[in-house]
């Protein structure tokens, strides 16, 4: 006989589970991954200022990837990292306007951070103000759309996915990833200052680890400061460089059981039986499968779209104003000797002074090596993580008008006080020097406080700045005088955002724009010493304090007062005069007392929408062709009959194909490397989002509509023989503007 039970008996027990199960967690946490990569053809890539370098391909795959941490019935915080070479305000305005349209006040400039890695080698033409898109012939709507639908994409995720966990976090020194690049500049700060610093770079890292209360780790973010310019100038595939990199290494170490972390793994698990027993059979099977004829798609193929739960791990950016990846130093490409200390030239001139990455004269390899030592760093940090972050969430956040704002300094010579201010944007002439990483052109170089006639001539043409501009940067010679240049819109911001994010016994700084060493540490340190000020029982010696550089919006450098005085690129790079620093310590100690004392700050200006204004030169895809009796997929150089390859050798097939900005591919791919399991089918295990396969794209004419595209897959040594094929998916566009999808597929060859 059934015995009825009383519906509230039988939820009781699961009610009480659940508050255990929050209690002991403290936060209800998610994280999201959505691909940003955007397009791979034509555009111009953002960091260098270098109109030659236009992208062509892909080296692995942009992401957007997001933590969202919640208390169960109080506030939380969103932050999102960014593959992109920074955060762009007319990106976080859009994104705002949709989550509000989502989920009301739910998530809003106060609570969410959009941060950027700083990669060298992104799709450019997706911020709002002229300076930052000269390059790139104006804004790039393909850019600006992919960031803004992968933004909210991940943040989708991240909410959907909240669930009751713990957060960890975890700090070491990693010794051997960055170096100053502008030693000069940093060596003109108080040596009383220098001499409580081992390094005149920061090493530490501080490392985050997610864990499902149910499911376990789901994820990790690290903030840690060196530059994204492993890849060079000159470089034209699409890359997440060394963070981008690490990020991928770490996902995939996760992904495929926490290996040992002592090699990369490979992205995707074994899953084809090991035929290498019979080689002969593998040469008569592969020799089976010749290249496929180009085949017309119904639909668009997605071959990594999964709804599997992924680990997420996120390699943010910091303090990395003079910090570069290139640890072997700066030298020169005509003498092999080094770089002039003071101005980074050779025999006076900068464009002969370059850094050298770990793997030089391997740009990819240094890439890999110093995402390598990034992985290797959050992997022990993520395992011996035990301090778990408990108390309260919050935010502050405000609109600062940093182009006449004024700051409170103490009077030189000592005794009392003065108020100064900032200044509107300008820019110096060692702004057009470059750095080590990325010379410049001409004859200008870092340090340079004079200026020249010749050059004052040419800025005249553009805007002359007046008397007490001039006066105002000091001692910084105006080249551009970029905060009063208006026409045919904005050529740089004046309202910029400061925000707070506070989780547990960690608060995070966000700042919009690139800190040198010296100028994070005093920003960190004169917050947290604010903090404990306040409020020493609920802040102690163990908060934490990051800086998340490039966030919310992009102003370019901050650095130390003295550094400034140098005018080295960072210091003709800081925007708003001599006085920048102090200003950002000033209004952050605001956000700490707000934050101590539960008040709400007044919001301030807000900054502009600029996306009606926004002017495009970039020529659109007007159609792409193929030569008579070919088909778009078709095989042009194919890999060589009964080929054998061993690990650690390269193979790659040729198609003919179509513009990549058709279909950008998002999470999808352009290239894919295929193998033969039994029973006859084909199945992906590498793709465009492996460190070891790169899709290449050209034209043979420049404004030619044919093109082609190269499947280069270097074979890892974890890789299982078999029989591989390459395989590109692409699309093309007719003369009346329908777009096509397509594949083709090389000839099977045998790995051993």
Not at 35 to 55: C, F, H, K, L, R
Not at 153 to 170: D, E, M, W
Not at 544 to 565: D, F, P, W
Request: charged share 20%; hydrophobic share 35%.
């Amino acid at each position: 006989m059934a015995v009825s039970v009383p519906f509230q008996f039988l939820l009781l027990p699961l009610i009480l589970l659940t508050r255990a199960v929050l209690a002991s967690s403290e936060y209800l946490i998610g994280v999201g991954s959505y691909d940003i990569t955007g397009p791979a053809a034509d555009v111009n890539m953002m960091g260098y200022a270098n109109s030659e370098q236009t992208a062509s391909g892909i080296h692995f795959r942009l992401r957007a990837r997001a933590f969202i941490i919640a208390e169960p019935q109080g506030k939380r915080v969103a932050f999102v990292n960014l593959d992109a070479c920074m955060a762009s305000q007319i990106v976080t305005i859009k994104v705002l306007e949709r989550l509000k349209a989502r989920y009301g006040d739910l998530y809003t400039e106060k609570n969410v951070a959009i941060s950027g890695i700083h990669t060298h080698a992104g799709p450019g033409g997706y911020l709002q103000y002229v300076t930052y898109i000269v390059t790139s012939l104006g804004f790039v709507r393909q850019s600006f759309d992919v960031l803004v639908d992968g933004i909210e994409q991940t943040i989708i995720q991240a909410h959907q996915s909240l669930r009751p966990g713990s957060v960890y976090v975890n700090k070491g020194d990693l010794l051997d990833a960055g170096v100053n690049r502008s030693p000069s500049s940093y060596l003109n700060n108080p040596a009383a200052e220098r001499s409580r610093y081992k390094y005149n770079v920061d090493k530490e890292m501080t490392l985050l680890k997610f864990v499902d209360s149910q499911l376990g780790p789901i994820g990790s973010f690290n903030w840690f400061a060196t530059h994204g310019t492993s890849m060079s100038r000159t470089n034209s595939l699409i890359s997440g460089d060394n963070k981008g990199a690490a990020a991928r290494f770490m996902e995939d170490w996760f992904e495929n059981g926490q290996i040992s972390s002592s090699k990369i793994p490979r992205r995707v698990s074994t899953i084809v039986s090991d035929l290498s027993t019979n080689h002969s059979r593998l040469l008569d099977i592969a020799a089976s499968y010749k290249s496929s004829k180009g085949q017309s798609l119904d639909a668009k193929v997605r071959v990594r779209k999964t709804t599997k739960r992924t680990f997420v791990s996120a390699f943010c950016q910091s303090n990395c104003g003079d910090v570069s990846p290139n640890t072997l130093g700066a030298f020169c490409i005509d003498t092999g000797l080094p770089c002039d200390f003071n101005h980074s030239t050779c025999n006076g001139k900068n464009e002969l002074c370059y850094g050298r990455g770990p793997g030089y004269p391997d740009e990819f390899e240094s890439t890999r090596i110093i995402g390598e030592k990034q992985f290797k760093m959050a992997v022990g940090l993520f395992n011996k993580a035990t301090e778990k972050l408990q108390g309260k969430v919050g935010y502050q956040h405000a609109y600062v008008d940093f182009s006449n704002l004024e700051v409170t300094v103490p009077k030189a010579g000592g005794g009392g006080s003065e108020t100064v201010k900032t200044c509107p944007a300008a820019m110096g002439f060692g702004f057009a020097a470059g750095t080590t990483d990325g010379p410049g052109a001409f004859d200008f170089k870092q340090g340079d406080d004079k200026g020249n006639a010749f050059w004052r001539l040419v800025r005249n043409v553009l805007r002359t700045p007046g008397p007490e501009q001039v006066q105002c940067q000091k001692p910084k010679p105006i080249l551009l005088d970029t905060g009063e240049m208006k026409t045919p819109y904005d050529w740089a911001p004046s309202i910029l955002p400061v925000q707070m994010l506070r989780i547990g016994q960690l608060v995070i700084l966000s700042v919009p724009g690139e800190f040198t060493t010296m100028a994070g540490r005093r920003l960190r340190d004169a917050v947290k010493s604010f903090l404990i000020s306040l409020n020493s029982k609920e802040f102690g010696n163990n908060l934490h304090v990051v800086i998340a550089g490039l966030t919310n919006t992009y102003s370019q450098y901050i650095t130390t007062y003295e550094e400034y005085e140098v005018q080295r690129y960072e210091g003709a790079s800081t925007l708003y005069g001599p006085h920048t620093l102090t200003a950002y310590i000033q209004e952050f100690k605001k956000l700490a007392t707000a934050l101590v004392n539960g008040q709400t700050l007044p919001s301030g200006p807000q900054p502009p929408d600029l996306l009606d204004k926004q002017i495009s030169l970039l020529s659109p895809v007007v159609v792409d062709s193929t030569p008579l009796g070919v088909s778009f997929g078709d095989v042009k150089a194919d890999v060589p009959p009964k080929s054998t390859f061993r690990r650690g050798q390269q193979v790659n097939a040729t198609f003919w194909s179509g513009c990549p900005r058709n279909d950008l591919m998002t999470e999808g791919s352009f290239a894919v490397v295929e193998t033969l399991r039994e029973g006859g089918k084909w199945v992906p295990v590498y793709d465009d989002d492996d460190f070891s396969v790169k899709f290449k794209w050209s034209r043979e004419v420049k404004l030619s509509p044919e093109s082609q595209a190269t499947v280069e897959w270097r074979i890892p040594v974890s890789a299982v023989a078999g029989v591989y094929r390459l395989r590109h998916y692409g699309a093309s566009k007719s003369l009346f503007g329908s777009i096509t999808s397509f594949s083709g597929s090389s000839s099977a060859f045998v790995v051993v």
